[in-house]
C-alpha cells in the first residue's frame, strides 16, 4: 500500500497566483521530502521537513507538516511558467524512502 | 558536470529480449537506487546498494538483476523482457549508509523502456 498519497492529482491555476498541493500518509515518519519532476526529466528534491518540525521556507516555497493529522503541503507563492511539473511527497517507512504518485501541477499564462 | 547519468535514455526492445541499463554517479555517494515509475507516475522503489552491498529488494521478479561493479556504479540487468516492463526506471543516489531516510536523493534522467 501506498505511504504517501497527494491531492489534488492535477492543478491548473494562473501565473501569479498561489499552488497548494497536500501530502497524507500512513504511519509515522522521521521526515518528509518534496521533489519536482519535470517532464521527461528526473526528480529533484525541494524540501525537507523533519517530524519535529511544523513549518518550513525556501525562496517561494513553503512546507508545512501535521504529525496529528499525518499531512503535509507544499505552497509555492506567485507561481511562474517554470513551476508547471509533478510534485512528489516522500516519507520514510521500513527504512526506506516511498514516493506518492504526484500532483501534477499546471502553470497557464 | 552531470552528477547521476544513465544510459541509454531510451530503449526499444522485443519482448523476450535480455537488455541493460547503466547507470553512474561522480558524487562520491555511499548508495545507490533504482525505481520503476510507471504509467500513472507512481515511482516505487526497485533496489538499494550501499558500497556495493545489497540492502533493498523489493519484491521485483527474478528477471530484474542489479549489479554494482564498485559505488559509484549501479547497473541493472533485465531477462526474458515483458510487455508490464514498460516503464521509465530512474537511478538515485544518495549520501546515506544504510538508512536513507533523512537523506536527499539525487535522480538520473531515466531511461524509457518499451517492450514490443
Known amino acids: 500500500s501506498q505511504q504517501g498519497e497527494e491531492d489534488p492529482q492535477a492543478l491548473s491555476i494562473q501565473e501569479g497566483e498561489n499552488a497548494t498541493m497536500n501530502c497524507s500518509y500512513k504511519?509515522?515518519?522521521?521526515?518528509l521530502q518534496w521533489y519536482r519532476q519535470n517532464s521527461g526529466r528526473g526528480l529533484v528534491h525541494l524540501i525537507l521537513i523533519r517530524s519535529n518540525e511544523r513549518e518550513k521556507h525556501s525562496g517561494r516555497l513553503r512546507v508545512t507538516l501535521d504529525t496529528s493529522k499525518k499531512s503535509s503541503s507544499l505552497l509555492i507563492t506567485a507561481s511562474r511558467a517554470a513551476d508547471t511539473a509533478s510534485y512528489f511527497c516522500?516519507?520514510?517507512?521500513?527504512?526506506?524512502?516511498?514516493f506518492g504518485s504526484g500532483t501534477r501541477l499546471s502553470i497557464r499564462p | 558536470d552531470t552528477a547521476v547519468s544513465q544510459t541509454p535514455k531510451y530503449l526499444v526492445t522485443q519482448m523476450g529480449n535480455d537488455k541493460s541499463i547503466k547507470c553512474e554517479q561522480n558524487?562520491?555517494?555511499?548508495?545507490m537506487y533504482w525505481y520503476k515509475q510507471d504509467s500513472k507516475k507512481f515511482l516505487k522503489i526497485m533496489f538499494s546498494?550501499?558500497?556495493?552491498?545489497?540492502?533493498i529488494n523489493e519484491t521485483v521478479p527474478n528477471r530484474f538483476s542489479p549489479k554494482s561493479p564498485d559505488k559509484a556504479h549501479l547497473n541493472l540487468h533485465i531477462n526474458s523482457l515483458e510487455l508490464g516492463d514498460s516503464a521509465v526506471y530512474f537511478c538515485?543516489?544518495?549520501?546515506?549508509?544504510?538508512?536513507?531516510?533523512?537523506?536527499?536523493?539525487?535522480f538520473g534522467p531515466g531511461t524509457r523502456l518499451t517492450v514490443l
Open positions: 516522500a516519507t520514510d517507512a521500513a527504512s526506506k524512502i516511498i
Open positions: 558524487l562520491g555517494h555511499d548508495t
Open positions: 546498494y550501499n558500497n556495493k552491498e545489497l540492502i
Open positions: 538515485a543516489s544518495s549520501q546515506a549508509s544504510g538508512v536513507a531516510s533523512t537523506d536527499t536523493q539525487y
Open positions: 504511519t509515522s515518519i522521521n521526515n
